[in-house]
């Protein structure tokens, strides 16, 4: 079962004086609008609804609230870079965001989530500059890794890579694709360790021989994050 499985709306936040007063830790999923935000955060909690998918760019103007265990939350923040949205309303936006990135004190980490084709915008880089002061993880999602070839998915990634190190040192990052749902594990174990959540191992598929019926699988200790990326690109400085 997914770790996120039970992920459930709790409340929607318009001010920053209601934010959620139990929260002991949060991590917050930002991005372009349409960079696949709520499909990721859709797919890590294996639900199809959960947070909203809108054609509309800006869609998403408050921070979204989402109970993963009593005091442990998701928090789905306002989409940017959304050329339609009048300026008062964008206005109105940054206000909430930069205060909520910068001094939330149950704020334990950022999914930045960047669409793999369009990476490192503009405003990718100001939400860098927004929230990289905390001394806070950052874990990047680059999103919608199956429209690239295998390639093209190498080349954006040691791209970012080598710009985020230019930034600081505080981050990991991955490919990720909600489509075919490619990458969730790598971003649970890195979610788990900043939500102090236990990893859970996924039990072998049964393959029906009778040999599977005379012999017990032998039990293992859950795998670290060391182990499980041996063969995956994500990495960490």
Request: with cysteine; net charge positive.
């Amino acid at each position: 079962m997914p770790l996120f499985q039970k992920a459930a709306f709790s409340t929607t936040v318009a001010k920053l004086r209601d934010l959620p007063a139990d929260s002991q830790c949060e991590v917050a999923f930002a991005g372009r609008s349409n960079a696949g935000k709520s499909s990721a955060i859709n797919t890590l909690a294996n639900h199809t609804r959960l947070a909203f998918v809108s054609k509309t760019p800006g869609r998403t103007q408050h921070l979204n609230y989402f109970l993963l265990e009593p005091g442990k939350y998701f928090v789905d923040l306002p989409g940017y870079g959304f050329a339609k949205a009048p300026e008062e309303i964008r206005s109105q936006w940054e206000g909430l965001l930069a205060p909520y990135l910068r001094h939330r004190d149950a704020l334990c980490g950022l999914v930045l989530i960047m669409d793999s084709r369009h990476p490192l915008t503009e405003l990718d880089l100001q939400m860098f500059g927004w929230f990289a002061p905390t001394g806070k993880p950052i874990h990047v999602l680059l999103t919608k890794a199956d429209k690239l070839t295998r390639q093209q998915q190498l080349l954006v990634f040691r791209e970012v890579q080598e710009v985020l190190a230019e930034i600081g040192e505080n981050f990991s990052l991955q490919l990720f694709s909600s489509l075919q749902k490619s990458g969730v594990k790598e971003a649970e174990a890195v979610l788990a360790g900043w939500l102090d959540l236990p990893l859970k191992d996924d039990p072998a598929p049964r393959t029906g021989l009778a040999s599977e019926k005379k012999a017990r699988p032998k039990k293992r200790g859950a795998m670290g994050w060391s182990a499980r990326s041996g063969s995956s690109v994500t990495k960490s400085h």
